[in-house]
């Protein structure tokens, strides 16, 4: 995958190097064009280094911006009012508007995330929407002390490898539950779980990269949530339970990789318990979610999570079996959370994909086997 990023001046143009690093380790080729304007906020030699390739300052006999307008991506990141206006009304007159134009002819993707001064940007916004209806695609920027921010670098690479992605999700409606439920005691105490919302997040930011319109039921979760992500807050099993069966129906996946609770206090205190006398509580079980699902959406494809500690793998493959028989779910994704290095908070998982067969999926990263799971239900959709 080729990806041409586009440097213009503004002062954002400092964390292209960031930018174009991430973008490597992501698998992709990166070359970069530098406008005279950026060369005098970060030196050309700062992104050869990173994307490893000679800079574009200036066309020449190469014609470059032939060369590089059928990538699968044109990013202009920053892009500043300046290059947005000139692009709007199709003025080549840089190497990066030439680039921009050229890319147009060949229906090549082209990505903007705008970065200036707000009362820039609003004046450019007629612009932008002009662009918009063309076809070309926007990151909002971070609007924060009268400025219009660069983004978060992760919500900037998500956008991008979604529009350079051959898309094999697009018009498919996901739903990813992430992170464990808590379960309150009183206004102050509660039962949770050691999830830490990472598996289901990874699997939610694959669907958002293969083109799928997504939707993270986020419940505790230790790591931060990509803006990109429509990500909707839920605290407990009844709370999650009532917002996938208001919202099932209008979705193709659901992917149930949240630590739901298992029980909950049959009893809530409507005050803080008192820490000078013995306490005794008493649970009742709370309502499993996955069982709802088919009766609701029988056409949805979904996928379930088995956690289990301890156990043999074949204990852990027929208590998966069990749940593909009660919940009717079409695969699960089994795992034994005492693997060392893996399972809750780890950035690393040993799992088994679980339907009419058992595919064992060695220690791999959490964002690896992400991907094996979307190639796998891709292959049944």
Known sequence: MEIVLCVTGSVAAVETVKLARELRRQGTDVKCFMSDDA???IHPYALEFATGQEIVLELTGKIEHVK?????LILVAPATANVISKFAYKIADNPINSLLITACGHDTPILMVPSMHDSMYCSVEENIHKLEEEGIKFVKPRMDEGKAKFPDLEDIVLNALRNANNGDLKGKKVMVSAGGTYEAIDHIRGITNRSSGKMGIEIAKEAFI????????????????????????????????EKVMEMINDFDVFISAAAVSDFSPSVVEKSKISSSKELELKLKPATKIINQIKKQNPEIFLVGFKAEYGVPEEELIESSQ??????????VVANDVAVEGAGF???????????????KIHLSTKKEIAGLLWEKIISQL
Do not use: W
């Open 322 to 331: 069990k749940q593909i028989e009660n919940s009717r779910v079409d695969l």
């Open 210 to 241: 293969r083109g799928a319109e997504v939707t993270l039921l986020e419940a505790e979760v230790s790591v931060p949530v990509p803006h990109s992500l429509n990500s909707i807050k839920v605290v407990s099993s009844n709370e999650m339970n």
């Open 345 to 359: 908070g780890s950035d690393k998982n040993q799992v088994i994909f679980v339907d009419q067969e058992a595919q």
């Open 68 to 72: 590089y307008a059928q990538a699968d």
């Open 39 to 41: 060369c005098h906020i």
